[in-house]
Nanobody
């Protein structure tokens, strides 16, 4: 089970940090990812992080602004979002899986709203 939190309303240029806590003792064995779905759009990949924090990959439009990280001792993955833009407004979901593209567990989503 994945529990995402940290969303909210922020002005453009601001920052938020999303967290996703996972239940279970095998967290460190899984690839962790963040996805988002804006109103009227399909869900899209945002970032993922591998075992022990490597490798990482990002959606082109968030590179240099977002940073994904994980704390295996806390069974938690984070998404630090800086320089937020109105187009980042979306429900953000975390996911886990044994490899990239094989996402089999999803969190409930946390809403990020960026005002202009």
């Amino acid at each position: 089970q994945l529990q995402a939190s940290g969303g909210g309303l922020v002005q453009a240029g601001g920052s938020l940090r999303l967290s996703c806590a996972a239940a279970g003792r095998t967290f460190s064995l899984y690839i962790m990812g963040w996805f988002r779905q804006a109103p009227g759009k399909e869900r899209e990949f945002v970032a993922h992080i591998g075992w022990r924090g490597v490798p990482t990959d990002y959606l082109d439009s968030v590179k240099g602004r977002f940073t994904i990280s994980r704390d295996d001792a806390k069974n938690t993955v984070y998404l630090q979002m800086n320089s937020l833009k109105p187009e980042d407004t979306a429900v953000h979901y975390c996911a886990s899986g044994p490899r990239v593209g094989a996402w089999h567990d999803w969190g409930q989503g946390t809403l990020v709203t960026v005002s202009s």
